[in-house]
């Protein structure tokens, strides 16, 4: 399958999936009246716990089961959880349980595929947090078993629902920034990336990012959303990438690299650069997007446009006065204000609107099969050091 004919036919499974969805939108009954949505939560460790307390100021939207195989994690999930919620030790029998329509997918990287097959095999609705799949298989059975489905699968890259974020896409494909010339894409911290362990036997379960067993390391954890952005905005998906990245400074047994330096290429030549450190946490996150009309840089939740030449001062009304000059920053430019709320809980209410609506989620199999391909690239290039075409065939 060559790279062109993936996208189109991922995209084809996506149309599949809605156009599917929305033929039963007379038909599709929730376990509860009134549209009322129930959701699973498997895996609650720092993201899948974090996530129920956004869930809770959902209006007809409530977890009823929570999954871990960790009781001190279970315990934790439950305790944020709504007072008759159920824990399990075992996904599957939480897959079992007939009142609950959804399942939020919050575990291991190498685990996500299996769990999400099984949950779409069992008839819920599947939020599965990025990096979608780990491995050329597992994203394409995830890919056939969603085609076949008339369930929703909304993958987690929750800037993808973020509305700061969208209206700076629909500003760069209008032209803002004119023709796109480069993507420079950063997520740095300062910081091990370690938990503690109560015992020995469990620093693999708790600290699963730190080997590659489990985990894509930073690329899958972190960069994924930023190659998921650049997908967005070009439209495409990269044709190839190298990299390095290495263990250089957290000398403590780990498997996936503390730092990583990726470069993609996409079509037309533009490239993106992704960056990420774990001992240096100057300016953070940041993406950066160049073109021959300007610049915009963007953070988690806010966004500044730089124009190019010496035209930068802009006229307009600041508290009331007219014909004040709007504040510049120079080194980011001029503020683009949008309202939006917490990204992560646009894409919790995005995946409750797409399972009531039978609408194919913005954040969908075909983007999220396509980021965790281009993450399996850059992981390839970085073991093997060498260049990683995109994959001519998915096995």
Same mark, same amino acid.
């Given at each position: 399958?060559k790279? %062109?004919d993936?996208?189109?036919?991922g995209s084809?499974a $996506?149309?599949?999936?809605a156009s599917s969805?929305t033929a039963l939108?007379n +038909?599709?009954n929730?376990t ?7 959701i699973?939560i498997?895996?609650t460790?720092?993201?899948? #716990? ?6 809770n100021?959902i209006?007809n939207?409530?977890?009823v !089961?929570?999954?871990d195989t &960790?009781?001190?994690?279970l315990?934790?999930?439950l #305790?944020?959880?709504p007072?008759?919620?159920k824990g399990?030790?075992?996904? %599957?029998k &939480?897959l =079992?349980n007939?009142d609950?329509d959804?399942?939020?997918i919050s575990?291991p990287?190498n685990?996500?595929?299996k769990i999400?097959? =099984?949950a779409l =095999?069992a008839?819920?609705? /599947?939020y599965?947090e990025k990096?979608?799949?780990?491995? &050329? ?5 995830? @890919?056939?078993? +969603?085609? *076949?489905s008339n369930? @929703?699968?909304?993958?987690?890259h929750?800037?993808?629902s973020s509305?700061l ?5 629909d500003l760069i494909?209008?032209?803002?920034v004119?023709?796109i010339?480069s993507?420079?894409c950063?997520? *740095?911290r300062?910081?091990?990336?370690r938990r503690? /362990?109560p015992?020995p036997?469990?620093e693999? /379960? ?7 067993e489990f $985990?894509?390391?930073l690329?899958?954890?972190?960069c994924s959303?930023?190659i998921?952005f650049?997908n967005?905005v070009l =439209? !495409?998906t990269?044709?190839?990438v190298m990299?390095?990245?290495? @263990? ?11 730092n990583?330096?990726l ?5 037309n030549g ?7 450190l774990? $001992?240096? !946490?100057k300016d ?8 021959d009309?300007?610049?915009i840089i963007?953070?988690t939740r806010?966004a ?7 035209k930068?001062k802009? @006229?307009?009304?600041?508290d009331?006065?007219a014909?004040? +000059?709007?504040?510049f920053?120079k080194?980011?430019?001029y ?5 939006h709320?917490?990204? $992560?809980?646009?894409?919790l209410?995005d995946?409750?609107?797409s399972?009531?609506?039978? #609408?194919s989620?913005i954040s *969908?199999i075909?983007t999220?099969?396509?980021? !965790?391909?281009?993450?399996?690239m850059?992981l390839?290039?970085m ?7 995109w994959p #001519?065939?998915i096995?």
């Amino acid at each position: 399958m060559k790279r %062109r004919d993936f996208v189109i036919k991922g995209s084809i499974a $996506s149309v599949a999936v809605a156009s599917s969805t929305t033929a039963l939108a007379n +038909t599709l009954n929730f376990t509860n009246a009134a549209n009322k949505l129930t959701i699973g939560i498997i895996g609650t460790g720092d993201r899948g #716990s974090g996530l129920i307390p956004l869930i809770n100021e959902i209006d007809n939207f409530k977890v009823v !089961a929570c999954c871990d195989t &960790l009781p001190f994690r279970l315990e934790n999930g439950l #305790s944020k959880a709504p007072k008759k919620a159920k824990g399990y030790a075992d996904y %599957r029998k &939480l897959l =079992d349980n007939p009142d609950i329509d959804a399942v939020l997918i919050s575990t291991p990287f190498n685990t996500h595929s299996k769990i999400a097959l =099984d949950a779409l =095999d069992a008839g819920k609705h /599947v939020y599965c947090e990025k990096t979608m799949a780990k491995g &050329l298989d597992g994203i394409q059975h995830l @890919i056939q078993k +969603t085609k *076949n489905s008339n369930k @929703i699968f909304q993958t987690g890259h929750q800037y993808h629902s973020s509305r700061l974020y969208t209206h700076v896409v629909d500003l760069i494909k209008n032209g803002k920034v004119g023709k796109i010339t480069s993507f420079d894409c950063q997520w *740095n911290r300062n910081g091990n990336w370690r938990r503690p /362990v109560p015992k020995p036997e469990l620093e693999k /379960v708790i600290n699963w990012r730190m080997y590659r067993e489990f $985990s894509g390391g930073l690329v899958a954890e972190l960069c994924s959303h930023q190659i998921d952005f650049v997908n967005w905005v070009l =439209d !495409a998906t990269p044709n190839k990438v190298m990299g390095i990245g290495g @263990i250089d400074y957290w000398k403590d047994g780990r498997e996936t690299y503390d730092n990583v330096n990726l470069m993609y290429e996409y079509p037309n030549g533009i490239k993106a650069k992704f960056t990420c450190l774990t $001992s240096n !946490a100057k300016d953070g996150y940041q993406i950066i997007v160049k073109g021959d009309k300007g610049t915009i840089i963007m953070g988690t939740r806010n966004a500044w446009f730089y124009p190019e030449g010496t035209k930068n001062k802009k @006229i307009g009304t600041v508290d009331g006065v007219a014909g004040a +000059t709007v504040t510049f920053d120079k080194n980011k430019g001029y503020p683009i204000k949008v309202e939006h709320q917490n990204p $992560s809980k646009q894409a919790l209410q995005d995946f409750k609107d797409s399972i009531t609506l039978n #609408s194919s989620p913005i954040s *969908n199999i075909t983007t999220g099969a396509n980021t !965790a391909i281009a993450v399996q690239m850059g992981l390839e290039a970085m073991h093997t050091e060498s260049i990683v075409k995109w994959p #001519s065939k998915i096995s």
